[in-house]
């Protein structure tokens, strides 16, 4: 199995911390299928105090709409797993945590055979200045839920690094 499955690449996340800080900009994180892993990994930076605003993690519907406003019809037909819903927490999450930057995540990280959910998905938005700037579903090979959420993590930190650039 390689690293990106194995290990949150901190290299990524210091150089995001570089960029923000230089640009004296904030990022916050709402998240789903990464249970805080994309909260940990910014948090870990030397002055993550200097760019990172915090985040939220939500598991359901309930919590996404109440602390996220994201659209629970939609949100029902998709078993909160979309692009839209990802772009609508992104969003959320920038005016909840006064932030430049919004990174949201909502997924799967093992099949849920009695929803006929086999394939492993995540779909994570990127806003800054509560405008969608980046929305993207990412798959994953089936491993263990913890690898699959690393996976995920360092994809996203990947995608917001080049944005940020």
Same mark, same amino acid.
């Given at each position: 199995?390689?690293? /990106?499955?194995? @290990?949150?690449?901190?290299?990524? $996340?210091?150089?995001?911390?570089?960029?923000?800080?230089?640009?004296?900009?904030?990022?916050?994180?709402? @998240?789903?299928? %990464?249970?805080?892993?994309?909260?940990?990994?910014?948090?870990?930076?030397?002055?993550?105090?200097?760019?990172?605003?915090?985040?939220?993690? $939500?598991?359901?519907?309930?919590? !996404?709409?109440?602390?996220?406003?994201?659209?629970? $019809?939609?949100?029902?037909?998709? *078993?909160?797993?979309? @692009?839209?819903?990802?772009?609508?927490?992104?969003?959320?999450?920038?005016?909840?945590?006064?932030?430049?930057?919004?990174?949201?995540? %909502?997924?799967?990280?093992?099949?849920?055979?009695?929803?006929?959910? *086999? @394939?492993?998905?995540?779909?994570?938005?990127?806003?800054? !200045? /509560? /405008?969608? $700037?980046?929305?993207? %579903?990412?798959?994953?090979? !089936?491993?263990?839920?913890?690898?699959?959420?690393?996976?995920?993590? *360092?994809?996203?930190?990947?995608?917001?690094?080049?944005?940020?650039?």
């Amino acid at each position: 199995m390689d690293n /990106n499955y194995n @290990e949150i690449n901190f290299e990524t $996340v210091r150089r995001i911390r570089d960029i923000l800080l230089l640009q004296h900009q904030t990022a916050a994180v709402a @998240e789903s299928v %990464t249970a805080g892993d994309l909260q940990s990994a910014l948090s870990l930076a030397e002055d993550a105090l200097g760019f990172f605003q915090g985040g939220i993690t $939500v598991y359901n519907l309930g919590q !996404k709409a109440r602390h996220l406003h994201i659209d629970p $019809v939609h949100a029902i037909d998709t *078993n909160c797993v979309s @692009e839209r819903v990802a772009a609508e927490m992104a969003v959320a999450v920038t005016g909840l945590f006064s932030a430049d930057w919004g990174i949201s995540v %909502t997924g799967y990280a093992s099949p849920l055979p009695e929803k006929n959910i *086999n @394939e492993l998905y995540a779909c994570f938005a990127i806003s800054y !200045k /509560n /405008n969608v $700037v980046r929305r993207e %579903t990412v798959y994953a090979r !089936k491993a263990l839920p913890r690898n699959v959420r690393v996976f995920y993590t *360092n994809h996203i930190l990947s995608v917001f690094l080049k944005q940020i650039r």
